[in-house]
């Protein structure tokens, strides 16, 4: 007898086929494996009890980084059975009835091919390319699908004899590897600088990238998804050199160490975190740093915690083996631009940037720059979704009625596409702030569009007209005579916390942010929603800030902190004796003072992140801010930790919405700090008010609600904060089912998907 497996889900780029193959052998079955574009299908023959072990062992494969999440199996007949099981060229056209593709993310090196690259037995020792069947680059080198040599950039290697060998080979770990190489027939690197001769030749290219940052030079060093700028991490006048030339003045930058046990001579890492910096996406992961770590201090400025990744690609294995200690690892571009990726960008752009360059001549075809991770109590939080997760699938609980086709937002920015079953979110673009980030996201959305073959006949965006994304959404859905979805921020921060979960709702949703436009045209941030992906009503909200100055009052945070003292004290604040004001010029105090007296002057702003802003300037006594969210993470790193009492505060529900007036928790820690308290004691307190307001408001409009025991959902960026997230995770989760993203980032790195679901919902709706 026959059968027809057909499987779905991340089964191409990790071995899968070469697998398959020595399962059937094991087990005496005959037939063929092939890739097409939207998984794998398997033709198997042979008896009943040999089949039924044979589609079990493939439809849960023991198999690192495999996910088969869908199967379908019919029976076949033939004429002549095979005499033996084979792996067939792959399936270009046909049924593409799962209708996406299967693509396994950027695997980092495996321990066998670690081994080789340290064996100088091996003709692979020291190969700064070498891959195989279950490691190594896969998105970021695909140029179509099915998942096949030929159709990524390695097809500009033809195979050596000996590689050839091991890729026809049903015995080797190299059988079916599209990636692998050797020095013989692979990729090679060249290390070139501003108007200096190149050195080509893995050895000596490798050589004098290393020598470039022992006496303390930047070279930009090319990765799998797009180029690092690289130094040596324990070298402050070089870390400075890089912050300069970069230029971005405080934002931490990110270190990359050999091994765990290289991470923890530099930061505290728990069981917890060990699993995380080793699993397979190999992230960036926020970790206490030790006091006696001997890194420079530059590295995060003012900071307990540092970004540490392993090594995940063979070169970054070698350079960091040849250096001998930890090196800066930071995406190459400027501050508002997004990750140089093409050796062309890397020459013209980063030329007064980096004093070297080491660069291989395999191509990157999509950029994607390093997922980045953080550790809560319930686990992971995403940062930044990205290399390692992309290109994996989200599965809908309820499939898509059309193809839908989202633009995110502003700030980290990344793209979705629904198709039937299955939500596509894109590796991170970055801030929309630039040409160059214009131009990524534009070809972002070409290369799903044309992985997927769909052609959307629905464009969602953000409400916000200003937006970049939202221009760019307006003239696609135009070109494609599409229809428009403009989608609210915080709607669609809810819907994707219930879409990840597979959750239809209606759920009460604390949705916590910066800023994002509500439809009444006043800045939302700091909302208690309840409803789903059709539709919500908005219960609560915080009570408005004053925007002196408007979108300046975010880059100089002391002007929030001092529309919250105005509003608190009625006039009467305190100014003069807080050492937050005595680092602002005081004409501008005044100037700012009189502006508030005026609030129609002032753009009105409910965000929790504009609270984190005022608070964080105050109690840290820092005026100004030099990247989206610095002060918030700064009071966050503040916290000592402890348990603590909340400051008081009231929920007015005579309003609609109600609101949460924070005047006398503000009251409360301004006259602690000019009682000499401890900026991590106000800390605390301030986090504990939080936690305990976002309890009171879910516990209030629950009981309003005629549907009891309606799940919580945590949402928006402020979730970023372990601190806060916990804390209300704690608080909430023993009464309430607690729902709050995973497999996304809580920002806007997740808008982008809730914008596809609710635009589908209501499209549904309307039908």
């Known amino acids: 007898m026959g059968l027809r497996v057909r499987l779905r889900g991340c089964v191409q780029g990790i071995g899968f086929r070469p697998w398959v193959h020595r399962v059937a052998r094991e087990l005496g079955v005959r037939g063929s494996v092939a890739n097409a574009p939207d998984g794998v299908w398997i033709d198997a023959f042979g008896t009943r009890e040999m089949l039924e072990v044979f589609r079990l062992r493939v439809e849960r494969p023991a198999l690192p980084g495999a996910r088969v999440d869908a199967v379908e199996v019919s029976a076949i007949a033939i004429d002549r059975e095979p005499a033996d099981f084979s792996i067939l060229p792959s399936r270009r056209h046909g049924e593409l009835r799962f209708g996406d593709p299967a693509l396994a993310p950027d695997l980092p090196i495996c321990p066998a091919c670690e081994h080789e690259l340290a064996d100088a037995g091996s003709r692979r020792h020291r190969h700064p390319f070498v891959a195989c069947a279950q490691c190594g680059p896969r998105y970021t080198l695909a140029r179509a699908l099915p998942w096949d040599r030929e159709r990524s950039s390695m097809a500009d290697f033809p195979l050596c004899p000996a590689c050839a060998r091991e890729y026809a080979d049903p015995g080797d770990r190299r059988f079916h590897a599209e990636a692998s190489s050797c020095p013989d027939c692979g990729p090679t690197l060249v290390a070139t600088e501003p108007g200096g001769p190149p050195t080509f030749g893995n050895e000596a290219a490798i050589a004098r990238a290393v020598g470039a940052l022992r006496v303390g030079r930047i070279v930009a060093v090319q990765g799998i998804g797009g180029f690092h700028l690289a130094c040596d991490a324990s070298n402050e006048a070089a870390v400075r050199r890089l912050r300069k030339r970069k230029r971005r003045p405080t934002r931490p930058l990110a270190v990359m160490v050999r091994s765990v046990l290289e991470a923890e001579k530099h930061a505290l890492v728990d069981a917890d975190e060990r699993a995380l910096l080793s699993s397979e996406a190999r992230p960036i992961v926020l970790l206490r740093r030790r006091p006696d770590s001997g890194l420079a201090p530059s590295l995060a400025p003012g900071s307990p915690v540092l970004g540490i990744l392993l090594a995940y690609s063979p070169l970054h294995v070698l350079l960091l083996e040849d250096f001998g200690g930890a ?10 631009e997004p990750i140089v990726y093409r050796v062309t960008e890397a020459e013209s752009k980063l030329g007064d940037v980096a004093d070297l360059v080491l660069a291989g001549d395999r191509e990157i075809v999509a950029a994607s720059d390093d997922s980045v991770a953080a550790l809560a109590a319930s686990g992971p939080v995403l940062l930044r979704r990205s290399r390692g997760h992309v290109p994996r699938p989200i599965r809908l609980a309820e499939p898509a009625g059309e193809p839908v086709l989202a633009f995110g937002g502003h700030w980290s920015n990344t793209v979705c596409v629904i198709s039937r079953d299955r939500a596509w979110p894109s590796a991170h673009v970055g801030d929309i702030e630039s040409p160059d980030s214009v131009e990524r996201l534009e070809a972002t959305i070409e290369r799903w569009l044309h992985w997927l073959e769909v052609t959307p006949t629905l464009v969602a965006h953000d409400l916000h007209e200003g937006y970049e994304s939202t221009r760019l959404a307006r003239d696609f859905a135009a070109k494609l005579g599409a229809r428009l979805a403009p989608v609210q921020h915080h709607h669609a ?30 800045a939302w941030g700091g909302e208690l929603l309840f409803g789903d992906a059709r539709g919500f009503d908005r219960m609560a909200t915080f009570r408005p800030i004053a925007l002196a100055g408007g979108d300046r009052a975010i880059q100089e945070p002391w002007r929030i902190a001092q529309a919250l003292l105005q509003d608190a004290f009625q006039g009467d604040a305190p100014v003069e004796a807080l050492a937050l004001f005595d680092r602002v010029d005081r004409d501008e105090v005044a100037a700012v003072a009189a502006l508030l007296e005026r609030p129609e002057l002032c753009a009105a702003a409910h965000g929790v992140g504009r609270y984190f802003d005022a608070i964080g300037a105050l109690l840290l006594a820092r005026p100004r801010a030099t990247y989206n969210g610095e002060l918030a993470q700064a009071l966050n790193f503040a916290a000592g930790g402890r ?20 005047r006398p928790m503000v009251r409360a820690i301004t006259l602690d700090l000019l009682d000499g308290r401890p900026p991590s004691q106000l800390s605390d307190r301030f986090h504990a008010t939080l936690v305990s307001a976002g309890q009171a408001l879910v516990a209030q409009a629950a009981a309003r609600l005629a549907e009891r025991g309606a799940p919580v959902v945590l949402a928006g960026g402020c979730f970023q904060n372990t601190l806060l997230l916990d804390g209300l995770e704690q608080r909430l989760g023993g009464e309430l089912e607690v729902l709050r993203p995973r497999q996304l980032p809580p920002g806007d790195g997740g808008l982008a998907f809730g914008q596809a679901l609710v635009a589908g919902a209501r499209a549904r709706r309307e039908d």
């Open 327 to 336: 090196l800066v690892m930071t995406s190459a571009n400027r501050s508002g």
């Open 643 to 662: 348990a603590a009492e909340p400051y008081p505060f009231t929920i007015d529900s005579r309003t609609r919405p109600w609101q949460l007036d924070l």
């Open 493 to 522: 921060h809810l819907a994707a916390v219930l879409g990840e979960h597979g959750a239809r709702g209606p759920a009460l949703a604390l949705v916590w942010d910066g800023t994002g436009a509500g439809p009444d045209g006043a």
